[in-house]
């Protein structure tokens, strides 16, 4: 994105903050000067002090010989910022070269781009869930800084709404130089994206921040997310299901990850076409891109087996019980012999047992008086079919 001294937003609002004549600010658009880099070497050389002759020369040549003391002095401070911010800004880019690419858009700049982008999608409302926050459109700026496409993540396609309505500002202490300086620095919270439509909601958002910075037309997102979604409206042969909505996310990340190996470029070609625009559609017909949107089979669910009936005169093979703590067990198998004086019982629990717990019933079988059995189980967590059991004399 432009920066400040390129911006022409930004030097039509120093205009009119600075004051001059109507008939001034056409002047000096009309010689040329519609920015404040521009305007920097109009005359003299920034961080050296223009003579009085030669400003006096300059001013003449751009708002004429009848060029009124307002406007005179009005393009004396204009040009002394913009020379200014130029050293400032060749300063910045020789001490810190990595401040570039984390540079925030201007404000003014933002907000010319965003009426131009309302201006040409009249159709579209960009406002509540669908305008992206200023974190993201910064996100995407450094995008076409850097020239570089990056994959965002869904939860980081945040709104201004939630924005406005969640961002935590904090102090952080930066080291510029020789210089210790503390910055407010805010930082937006992931919005949530669960549901269908606050995915959707989320991708149209992402498509109208690379709107913003003319890296990808909105009429084409809209076209690729309509083919994207289309696959969770169509119907699985027998036995698939359809296609889910993380089945959709995986999908989306690898149409970029696909142009990111191709290293697509985000701005425009020299024929004043986007790359994007075939790109994008391209690597949604890929086999790559397909495999992740393939219906998957249903999952088998394992049929509960019947219990036998028990035999007339025998105890039963099934039995029901209540722990002290509540957790339901039944018995598995009875291993005792008829030969045998002792009966051997052995029961399998349902539910993990916790440490220590004491189980505790009462058994009446065939030849043996009614007693009771306490139990302690010293297993942590017993996993199911583990098997306890006692002994009745």
């Known amino acids: 994105m432009t920066s400040i001294l390129d911006s022409e937003a930004h030097f039509q609002k120093r205009c009119d903050e600075v004051g001059p004549s109507d008939r001034g600010k056409q002047a000096t658009f009309g010689a040329g000067y519609s920015t404040l880099g521009r305007l920097a070497f109009g005359v003299g050389q920034p961080g050296m002090p223009v003579p009085e002759l030669e400003f006096t ?44 690419m984390t540079r925030k858009l201007p404000p003014v700049e933002r907000e010319a781009k965003m009426r131009q982008l309302r201006a040409r999608l009249p159709g579209v409302l960009l406002e509540h869930q669908l305008e992206p926050s200023h974190a993201l459109l910064n996100l995407v700026a450094q995008m076409w800084e850097t020239k570089q496409l990056q994959y965002i993540e869904i939860a980081k396609l945040t709104s201004r709404e939630h924005e406005v309505l969640y961002s935590k500002s904090s102090k952080q202490l930066h080291v510029d130089a020789d210089k210790l300086l503390v910055k407010e620095e805010s930082k937006v919270p992931d919005q949530a994206a669960s549901t269908e439509l606050q995915v959707l909601e989320a991708l149209k958002r992402r498509g109208v921040a ?17 083919s994207l979604f289309n696959h969770l409206r169509t119907e699985a042969p027998d036995g698939y299901v359809k296609t889910t909505l993380q089945q959709l996310l995986r999908a989306d990340r690898q149409v970029f990850l696909a142009m990111i190996r191709k290293d697509v470029n985000v701005r425009r070609r020299p024929d004043d076409t986007l790359e994007m625009d075939t790109e994008i559609m391209d690597a949604l017909q890929s086999y790559e891109v397909g495999f992740h949107l393939m219906p998957l089979p249903k999952a088998k669910v394992a049929e509960a087996k019947p219990q036998q009936p028990s035999t007339p005169g025998q105890p039963s093979q099934s039995w029901n019980w209540q722990s002290r703590a509540g957790q339901p067990f039944h018995k598995a198998k009875e291993r005792a012999k008829e030969k045998e004086r002792g009966k051997r019982l052995q029961t399998s629990c349902l539910q993990s047992c916790r440490t220590k717990d004491v189980l505790e019933w009462t058994i009446t079988i065939a030849g043996c008086a009614s007693i009771s059995i306490s139990i302690s189980v010293r297993t942590l967590h017993m996993e199911r079919n583990a098997a306890v059991g006692g002994t009745c004399a």
Do not use: C, K
């Open 57 to 100: 020369r300059f001013a003449t040549n751009v708002l004429g010989a009848m060029a009124t003391m307002q406007d005179v002095s009005s393009l004396r401070r204009l040009l002394f910022e913009a020379q200014t911010l130029v050293m400032a800004q060749l300063r910045e880019q020789v001490s810190n070269p990595e401040m570039q």
């Open 210 to 226: 690379f709107a913003f910075i003319d890296a990808l037309s909105w009429e084409v997102h809209e076209r690729y997310l309509q």
